[in-house]
């Protein structure tokens, strides 16, 4: 202790001569979104433990979205996927708020038929995102034998992108939690917030509010808590900003812990799938996305995620061709594969500087959780217009955007999509959240699409 402490003295030493009478602390310390300040050193942390969550040295789920709008091709995608190695698949139906104007439409017991055509369903996890619709397709679904199935009901984040909650959403709950198979019913989905721009604090709060009303909803319809829980899991989006996306994974095992505890249950974890973020994908130079993506993956991978999507590095400029699928699919197979990235339980457990960016994210989303409460509960929060107004209000500047605001292209390349994205987002009534990509700023500016 006493070297490690005579170090950092002459590192600080030595830094004092560099900065020739500037302020430490203004040159060289960092301020989050939610306040919390960072040292640019960190002693390692011994001892530190790991936190549970996915087994150890097992990789993660690799998981592709069929979200084609013709079932045939949709069918022929998915299959191509799992060919190519995905083990999971995303159904994403035309109902669902990030089907991004695209989505199967799934309209009957025989559609569903068609898109699992040939898939071997006891052989791969299958998650929905069929938003209002998920009743319905959860029940077509049960009627076809098969494996894990999360059915991604999520009547807030329905709330906070359309802005209306679905009606009678406590009995479609319970009916799903009745009928589960394997995986988790409810979700708690981080992406609404993250794509209005929310700190990861926020995003934290509004995952963690989330969840506690679907716990007290299925709790009130008569399950357990020990079994209420278990059908329900998270959504997070995972961005280029990799210290930071590890440190809210683990952030967020770390909150709903103490949820469980305050409830009375002994912490198990809880089922956690990532998906990188549209917000941080750009129209402009897109293949600057691929390494997004990349960064985005593996710091989901070593947060912890149970189970990653990456969305193709063409997604905001259309429909994925096969070529860009096969790009997402791979670049976890060379984390998985080739990294080994999955080897180790929570590498980042005895991090200094990521031990100290988790416990700062989890006093910032517990603080902005009881703001939450204090506001009447998530619902009420998005409702009352205070979530977006908590969002204005802690919103950081767009930074360096590659290819969009810093060495972007003279003239554009064409780009190779199967069906080119809507010009324009269809704004969503109040009190829906106000979701945009980083880089739409400056698409418009140069001509492009918003």
Partial sequence: ?????????????????????????????????????????????????????RPPAAPWAVVQRADHPDVAPANAQLLD??????????????????????????????????????????????????????????????????????????????????GLLPTGWPSTASVLAN?????????ADGRPYHEAGASPG??????????????????????????ARHCIGFTVAADQEVFTTIAKLRALRLLWQQVEQACGLAPSPVHLH?????RMLSRR?????????????????????????ILPHTTANGL??????????????????????????????GSGGL?????????????????????GGIIGAIQSGWVQEEIDRLRQPIGTLIGANKYALAEEPAISVLRPAPLTATPSPSPALSRRRDASAFETEAGGAA
């Fill in 1 to 53: 202790m006493a070297d490690r402490d005579a170090d950092e003295a002459r590192w600080r030493d030595a830094v004092a001569g560099v900065l020739k009478g500037a302020s430490f602390d203004e040159k060289l310390t960092s301020i989050l979104p939610d306040g919390a300040r960072l040292q640019p050193i960190y002693a390692r942390m011994s001892g530190a433990a790991p936190i549970p969550g």
């Fill in 81 to 162: 996927d799992l060919e190519g190695g995905a083990n999971a698949a995303t159904l994403v139906s035309s109902h669902s708020p990030f089907a991004r104007g695209f989505g199967v439409a799934i309209n009957s017991a025989t559609t569903l038929d068609g898109l699992l055509a040939g898939v071997l369903r006891h052989a791969i996890e299958i998650r929905l995102e069929a938003g209002t619709q998920t009743l319905e397709v959860a029940r077509w679904l049960g009627e076809i034998e098969g494996g894990t199935v999360h059915y991604g009901f999520d009547p807030i984040g329905l709330l906070a992108t359309t």
């Fill in 179 to 187: 009928h589960r198979q394997g995986g988790t019913v409810l979700t």
């Fill in 202 to 227: 926020l995003e934290l709060a509004g995952m963690l509010a989330t969840a506690l009303s679907y716990l007290r909803v299925l709790e009130a319809t008569g399950l357990r808590l020990e079994e």
């Fill in 274 to 278: 990532a998906e990188t973020a549209w």
């Fill in 285 to 309: 130079d897109p293949a600057t996305n691929i390494l997004r993506n990349g960064l985005a993956a593996a710091a989901a991978g070593l947060g912890g995620a149970d189970s990653v999507a």
């Fill in 320 to 349: 994925a061709d096969a070529h860009a699928r096969r790009i997402a699919r791979n670049c976890q197979h060379v984390l998985i594969q080739e990294a080994n990235l999955h080897r180790i339980a929570d590498p980042a457990a």
């Fill in 355 to 375: 031990e100290a960016m988790t416990q700062a994210l989890c006093e910032a989303g517990w603080a902005q959780f009881q703001a939450v409460e204090r506001q």
